[in-house]
């Protein structure tokens, strides 16, 4: 993998192929596909949970009230769902040793 700060779509599709041995395309295919149907399952409702890395999930925001900061104007933040991540305590712990 290149040594980059930002982990790519071609970067995992990379150590697929030197792992796997699967060719690029191949690779490449396995990555867009596992992603495809990680935003399919969010786009029906279901949370994602990948065990020993984290869980993908859903929230529903309620209607509140903001304020601009330069204005101070309070205006209504419409409801919306957001995607919140929460990584599993491996993965913590493996980042917190690094």
């Known amino acids: ?3 980059m700060s930002t982990l790519t779509r071609a970067d995992l599709a990379e150590a697929i192929n030197h792992k ?3 060719s690029r395309a191949e690779s490449l295919g396995m990555v867009e596909s596992i992603l495809r149907h990680m935003c399919e399952a969010l786009a029906k409702g279901e ?3 990948i065990s020993g890395f ?3 999930l ?3 925001k309620t209607e509140r009230i903001g304020r601009n900061p330069k204005t101070g104007v309070e205006v209504p933040i419409t409801p919306r769902r ?3 991540f929460r990584a599993s305590q491996m993965l913590k712990e493996r980042v917190a040793g690094q």
């Open 58 to 60: 859903l929230r529903d």
């Open 82 to 84: 957001v995607l919140t």
């Open 20 to 22: 796997m041995g699967l």
């Open 1 to 3: 993998m290149r040594s």
């Open 54 to 56: 984290g869980t993908f």
């Open 47 to 49: 949370n994602v949970k």
